[in-house]
């Protein structure tokens, strides 16, 4: 049987007219109502209908006020792309009837979400759930009246899938001049094909889009689970278009073609917010244009979800518990650093401590802490901005990277003067970081003491859980992996099916290595001691590298041995 999600109101939210919400929440005076209210009677319709056309209230301020007396999220359609294979779920005549617009069709768990201005419409969700069938369960999003009907129009008219607008293109003449207009009809193929090719980025799990031109073609390739994939290839005459486009929608100019660029995209897609950041660079065959894809929902995970050992969250519960210090993130471009971080900034994140952040840009809004972009015009950098914010009076700072002894200085300094600073270094491994500070100019004596903890990690693919293979190692792997050769055990190998696009993984997990600073090894950075002479005194404390986290994955099965090797060096486990 369908599923509906559904939250029943009190007694209290039935009878509170909408008039009297809009009215507690200082949008209308009692004049204005009792205005609204005799048009209503001539005319029988909907009283936020009247007031929006009345000029009273925005449509977007009917849809709020809906939205949080309802119980329900609303949604802003004027940024929304709505998923293909959802419009094809109700028909255009059922969305005008009941004014409803399908926004995201979720395949894994068979949810369909819709954008309506009645979320309590008992005969449209009766109508929907019979055209779904059994099986489907649907979720509401409150949006206005007007709103939707525009949409509706909007997207139902036309093609949205890329094949079809690819089509549609071939087939017909494109006015590339009207691409340059902020706020074009959206019958133009090429504004699609460009919104599709998001959409299309984001429903597969995408953290990079590369729009690549060549001397004959556009290739387009998508970063999924850290690996880059070639999608499609398009003719090069859609191109600048295309450009155009984008530079629009990132607020970028159009008349700039030398000079590299960079901007921002928020737009609604699968029915959450969804920011991309772009940034384009004149090639030999013409700008080629990168998009990192930034999910607000995926960005911030809890820290108790990152599928961390036992051992090691404790161990990081532990170092954040220290009031003072540098906490410090190492890993290579793309190895989860910022999630990491923002996991650890969520964690201490409350009304009784004040979290200032320093970036370059701030990637994901977080409420309750004071985010900053670096800002070259106004000659704010990471030095700079570290000095302004001691003034802010801050417990916690978060500075996005130390590049160099200014930044590195400024950083210590914070930790040294009681504050918990939180940075990242673009290291090796954990160990790796005391070396690499001290080649940018900080000396030992400062770092001893004030360093809490380093974390190094790095992303590996998972297995797909449908198709993963079972198999026996044989000898060599079993000596990379320290297994006794008579200790029976099977190890997991990819494969590839449907439910992974034939790939064989699905999916990423950290593999995290954790020094917890202490006095042994404070003494041991102050005299300049050796990286093999740390690496023994971290090992008496249980410090454990990233080869053996990554071990700890590949007997579990939730990664394979090949991956592993791909991204974690094990060759000196051979002897």
């Known amino acids: 049987m369908t599923t509906v999600t559904l939250r029943t109101l009190t007694s209290s939210e039935q009878s509170l007219p909408l008039g009297e919400r809009l009215i507690r929440a200082g949008l209308i005076t009692d004049d204005q109502l009792q205005v609204a209210l005799t048009e209503q009677a001539r005319s029988d319709e909907p009283l936020g209908r009247i007031l929006v056309k009345l000029g009273l209230i925005s449509e977007g301020m009917l849809r709020d006020t809906l939205g949080e007396s309802l119980g329900h999220?609303?949604?802003?359609?004027?940024?929304?792309?709505?998923?293909?294979?959802?419009?094809?779920?109700?028909?255009?005549?059922?969305?005008?009837?009941?004014?409803?617009?399908?926004?995201?069709?979720?395949?894994?768990?068979?949810?369909?979400?819709?954008?309506?201005?009645?979320?309590?419409?008992?005969?449209?969700?009766?109508?929907?759930?019979?055209?779904?069938?059994?099986?489907?369960?649907?979720?509401?999003?409150?949006?206005?009246?007007?709103?939707?009907?525009?949409?509706?129009?909007?997207?139902?008219?036309?093609?949205?899938?890329?094949?079809?607008?690819?089509?549609?293109?071939?087939?017909?003449?494109?006015?590339?001049?009207?691409?340059?207009?902020?706020?074009?009809?959206?019958?133009?193929?090429?504004?699609?094909?460009?919104?599709?090719?998001?959409?299309?980025?984001?429903?597969?799990?995408?953290?990079?889009?590369?729009?690549?031109?060549?001397?004959?073609?556009?290739?387009?390739?998508?970063?999924?689970?850290?690996?880059?994939?070639?999608?499609?290839?398009?003719?090069?005459?859609?191109?600048?278009?295309?450009?155009?486009?984008?530079?629009?929608?990132?607020?970028?100019?159009?008349?700039?073609?030398?000079?590299?660029?960079?901007?921002?995209?928020?737009?609604?897609?699968?029915?959450?917010?969804?920011?991309?950041?772009?940034?384009?660079?004149?090639?030999?065959?013409?700008?080629?244009?990168?998009?990192?894809?930034?999910?607000?929902?995926?960005?911030?995970?809890?820290?108790?979800?990152?599928?961390?050992?036992?051992?090691?969250?404790?161990?990081?519960?532990?170092?954040?518990?220290?009031?003072e210090g540098l906490i410090l993130v190492t890993g290579p471009t793309g190895s989860g650093k910022t999630t990491t971080l923002y996991s650890m900034l969520n964690y201490r994140n409350d009304e009784s401590v004040n979290i200032m952040t320093l970036e370059d840009p701030v990637e994901y809004p977080m409420s309750m802490i004071r985010q900053t972009s670096l800002n070259e015009a106004a000659k704010l950098d990471f030095a700079n901005g570290i000095r302004s914010m001691m003034r802010q009076d801050p417990d916690i700072i978060l500075v996005g990277e130390i590049r160099d002894e200014d930044t590195a200085e400024m950083a210590l300094r914070a930790a040294m003067t009681g504050h918990q600073v939180f940075s990242t270094l673009h290291t090796n491994s954990a160990l790796g970081a005391i070396p690499r500070l001290i080649d940018i100019g900080v000396k030992p004596h400062i770092m001893a003491g004030n360093i809490i903890g380093i974390v190094a990690q790095r992303l590996v693919r998972k297995l797909c859980r449908h198709c993963k293979q079972a198999y026996a190692p044989d000898e060599t792997e079993r000596r990379l992996l320290g297994i006794d050769s008579a200790k029976p055990v099977l190890l997991y190998r990819d494969q590839g099916c449907e439910a992974c696009n034939f790939f064989g993984y699905k999916g990423r997990v950290a593999v995290v290595e954790v020094l917890k600073m202490n006095r042994e090894l404070d003494e041991l950075i102050a005299r300049g001691a050796t990286r093999r002479q740390l690496n023994e005194a971290a090992s008496e404390t249980g410090y454990r590298d990233l080869a053996e986290d990554a071990i700890r994955h590949v007997l579990s099965g939730t990664t394979s041995l090949s991956e592993i090797s791909r991204v974690v060096d094990l060759t000196a486990r051979v002897g």
């Open 73 to 323: 999220d609303a949604i802003d359609l004027s940024s929304v792309i709505p998923d293909p294979d959802a419009l094809q779920m109700v028909p255009k005549n059922i969305a005008r009837r009941y004014s409803m617009l399908p926004i995201n069709f979720d395949k894994n768990q068979k949810i369909l979400t819709l954008a309506m201005a009645d979320t309590y419409n008992v005969v449209a969700m009766d109508q929907v759930a019979a055209l779904l069938g059994s099986g489907v369960g649907i979720e509401t999003l409150v949006a206005g009246e007007a709103e939707i009907e525009s949409a509706i129009e909007q997207f139902y008219e036309f093609e949205l899938s890329i094949q079809g607008i690819l089509h549609e293109i071939d087939t017909g003449e494109v006015d590339q001049l009207n691409l340059a207009v902020e706020h074009e009809e959206y019958n133009h193929p090429l504004v699609r094909l460009v919104d599709a090719i998001l959409a299309d980025a984001v429903k597969r799990d995408a953290s990079d889009i590369h729009l690549e031109p060549e001397a004959g073609f556009l290739r387009v390739r998508y970063r999924v689970d850290g690996v880059l994939r070639q999608v499609m290839a398009l003719h090069r005459s859609y191109w600048p278009g295309m450009v155009v486009r984008l530079k629009v929608m990132a607020r970028m100019n159009i008349a700039e073609t030398r000079a590299p660029q960079d901007g921002r995209i928020s737009l609604t897609l699968a029915g959450r917010s969804i920011d991309f950041r772009v940034a384009c660079q004149q090639t030999t065959h013409g700008e080629n244009f990168v998009l990192r894809v930034l999910d607000r929902k995926k960005g911030i995970v809890p820290l108790e979800k990152l599928n961390l050992v036992k051992e090691t969250l404790s161990t990081l519960q532990v170092m954040m518990a220290r009031p």
